[in-house]
């Protein structure tokens, strides 16, 4: 039953990208993709010390979305730090700019070992299971200074219901773009691990620059550089990363 509640918004958003490719093929879209990193930082957190291959394969039909999502240590050594996302959203906008997303992500460790059809709770008795879902909501404007605000909150597979919160600004310098990020949690007293703390805390502050660097006339390099702070840890990260 378990195993049903879980899985049924995938199948559910599948069957309609499968329903719409065959009904308006025009209106499918797929789009694939493949970032190297320096290493891997999330919300502040380092989770890969060594440089991550990162792929995705994401799939729009209408503004509804299935995307699948890796990471990769580019190490010799198996990593428990290799992670597999799938995630299903709806994105709309709100008259000219401003836009609203929905999402459900679903967070897997294949290394971790536990079975990928393993959807125990974290306080099932035969140990938890393998999948740790997330509800998120973006807000954004658009415009010469656009923003966003977001909010993720963990619903299934986490003792501590964890929650984090993200502003972000984006502005234009000449060819270069700048985000500029900060991110916060409530923090959990049952799984303080989570994000690093059982308080409210910033733990995800910092800016990103990204430009497009000339290889050929029909070529361009994407590459963004990121200066990342946790002021809770007190840990600072500086990352590089380049999309294909």
Not at 34 to 41: A, E, G, K, N, P
Not at 215 to 243: H, K, Q, R, T, W
Request: proline share 4%.
């Amino acid at each position: 039953m378990k195993r049903f509640l879980v899985t049924a918004p995938l199948t559910v958003v599948l069957a309609m990208l499968l329903f719409g490719a065959a009904a308006a093929q025009e209106s499918l879209t797929a789009d694939a993709s493949l970032d190297l990193y320096s290493r891997y930082v999330w919300r502040g957190a380092d989770i890969a010390s060594t440089p991550s291959l990162q792929p995705t394969l994401a799939f729009d039909y209408m503004g509804f979305e299935l995307g699948f999502w890796g990471a990769y240590t580019l190490s010799n050594n198996e990593s428990a730090s290799d992670e597999i996302d799938i995630w299903v959203g709806y994105s709309t906008t709100l008259g000219e700019k401003v836009s609203v997303t929905g999402l459900v992500t679903d967070y897997y460790f294949p290394n971790k070992g536990i079975r990928f059809f393993n959807f125990n709770n974290w306080d099932d008795p035969d140990g938890e299971g393998a999948h740790t879902l997330e509800l998120g909501a973006v807000i954004g404007s658009t415009g010469k200074c656009p923003f966003s605000f977001s909010a993720y909150y963990n619903f299934y597979n986490d003792a501590g219901t964890n929650a984090y919160f993200q502003l972000d600004g984006n502005f234009q310098l000449e060819t270069t773009s700048l985000d500029f990020f900060i991110g916060a949690t409530p923090g959990s007293t049952k799984n303080p691990d989570y994000y690093g703390t059982h308080n409210f805390e910033v733990i995800n502050l910092g800016v990103t620059a990204g430009r497009e660097i000339k290889i050929s006339e029909d070529f361009s390099l994407p590459l963004n550089v990121s200066f990342i702070v946790n002021p809770c840890a007190e840990v600072s990260y500086l990352v590089a990363g380049i999309s294909l």
